[in-house]
Every structure is written in C-alpha cells, then in structure tokens.
C-alpha cells in the first residue's frame, strides 16, 4: 500500500516522435491558437460593445467565443510547449486540472449549442413572442445552467479519478491528459471507473445530440410557412450553428466509435478538436452573419479614427 501513489509525474509521448516533425507542428499550431484567441476575442469584445448586437443570439455567441478561448487554453499551451521540449513531463495534479477544465469548458459547451439551437427555434417558430420567452433574465439563467452543468460533469469525472493508485508506469500515450489513456496508467481494475465516465459523458452527447437534431428538424419543417427572404435568413443563421455542432460532435463521435488502441489516429483526431476547430468556429458564424461583419468593422473603423488622436 505504501507504494500506491509514488506517481507524482507523468510523461507524454506526444503527438510525433520526430524532433523535426514536432518543430514543424509547433510553427503551424502556434498561429493557429494566436488566431483562436485574437478571432474568439475580438467576437466577445465586438458583442460587448456593439449596440447592434443585443439580441440574445448574439449574447450566446459570445458566451460561446469565450468558452473557446477557456476551452483551447486549457490544452493547446502546454501542448505547444512541450513541442519543444525533450521530456514532455506534467505533475499528477496539473494532470487532473486539465482534465477537470477540458471537461467543465467542453460540456459548457455542449450545453451551450443546445442553448443557441432553442434560441433559434423560438425566434422562427413562436417570433412573436421571442422578446417575452427569451428575456434578458433568462438567457443568463441559460448560460448560468451550462456552467453549472459542466462543474457538476467535471466534479463527478474528476471524484472518479482522484481516489484512483498511480504506481507506474507514467507514460501517457496522448498530448494532454484525458480520462482513458490514464485510466490504463492506474495500478488497479478501473472497469468501473470507466463506465461510470462513459455513461456520464455519453448521456451528455447522446441526450444533446438528439435536442440539437430534433430542433433542427422542427425548424426546418416550420420554414415551410416563412417567406422566402425569411428562410434564407433563418437558413443562414441555421447554416453556421449547425456546421459548428457538426464541427464539435464530428471529431468526438470518431474517436469514441473506434477500438481504443488507435492511439495515432485518435491524437490525429484530437489535434483537430482541440486546436482546429476553436479557430474555425468563429470564422464559421462572422462569414455568414452580415451584421457581425458590419459590426467588427465598425468597431474597426472607429479604433482607426481614435489612433491618431491618442497620439
């Protein structure tokens, strides 16, 4: 018993094994996590100011910006550090932050999509009563229920794997810490372990998964009865919400209906989760959405006319 947690460091093996391959990476990801910070923030920022973008649309597109940039932050840091580094080591209790976060900022974000998917389903099917169903009041309520529901998710995976005996080995065959690849690292049967977190987080998907297609439907059926400039506004709003759900479900969907001993193709897949997609989630809503253009403009446009004066 004495030697069940002598586990106090853990060891990466990383995406590539190659040091040349790894500096590679490192000079394409780089910019790409800049851009997610810069793009995601200059969403939060354009929302907050702009009086144009008060909708509750809007206020739910920046919630989701912000959990972006939280999200990637939680993972791709590290990940880019140790691109560079020899010895990609991380301490047990760094372990178990990161995989807390990683799993409170992404059921915040499942949680979330859910959230803009009922916005959009009361603002074209019941328009008349929007404003009333959709009050200022209770679109914060809505993104305070996804932070609760993604602490609750997180403080049940992360309970599940405190009282778990790490003995050795410490090497981890992934590029940041995630429930399974430590979960073989225990010195005990974690069967149990590993279907309470499956059925924790697949309930999740599963459950948000099926809201998210249902309303989909049903806003798309109820289109039937708009006008045609009506449907090619809703269909364009509809457009990114779903591309960035299929963007977040996709990825996930691949590597959990797969053996789990495709390790290289699952970090493949991760990278895309994990660094990818937080870049292209803003892309995917400010291209199709003429009046976040307009406003980042503006936005632009007025801190040009404000540089020369402050000098």
Not at 118 to 126: N, T
Not at 253 to 266: H, K, L
Request: charged fraction near 10%; charge should be positive; include cysteine.
């Amino acid at each position: 018993m004495a030697n069940e947690n002598n586990v106090t460091e853990l060891i990466f093996t990383g995406l590539f094994q190659d040091p040349e391959v790894q500096k590679v990476c490192f000079v394409l990801f780089l910019p790409v996590y800049v851009a997610t910070v810069l793009g995601n923030g200059l969403i939060v920022v354009t929302v907050s100011i702009s009086k144009s973008l008060r909708s509750p649309m809007y206020f739910f597109l920046s919630s989701l910006s912000l959990v972006e940039i939280c999200y990637s932050s939680t993972i791709v840091p590290k990940f880019l550090t140790d691109l560079l580094a020899k010895i990609k080591a991380i301490s047990l209790k760094g372990c178990l932050a990161q995989i807390f976060f990683s799993h409170f900022f992404g059921v915040f974000e499942v949680i979330l999509l859910v959230v803009m998917a009922y916005d959009r389903y009361v603002a074209i099917c019941k328009p008349l009563h929007y404003m009333n169903i959709m009050s200022h009041q209770v679109c914060h309520m809505l993104v305070a229920g996804s932070w609760l529901g993604g602490l609750i998710h997180s403080i049940i995976q992360i309970l599940i794997t405190i009282p778990l005996p790490f003995c050795g080995p410490n090497v981890i065959d992934h590029y940041f810490c995630d429930l399974q690849p430590l979960f073989k690292l225990a010195c005990t049967d974690t069967f149990v372990e590993g279907v309470v977190v499956m059925v924790n987080s697949g309930l999740i998907s599963i459950i948000s998964l099926l809201i998210l297609v249902t309303s989909y439907v049903i806003i798309l059926v109820n289109l039937r009865n708009h006008s045609a400039e009506g449907r090619r506004k809703a269909l364009s709003t509809c457009a990114s919400h779903i591309t960035v759900v299929i963007l977040f479900f996709g990825p996930g969907a691949f590597i959990y209906m797969r053996p789990s001993s495709t390790y290289t193709v699952d970090k493949l897949v991760a990278v895309f989760y994990t660094v990818i997609t937080p870049m292209l989630n803003p892309i995917v809503y400010t291209l199709r959405n003429a009046e976040v253009k307009s406003a980042i403009g503006k936005f632009w446009s007025q801190k040009r006319a404000e540089g020369p004066q402050t000098n």
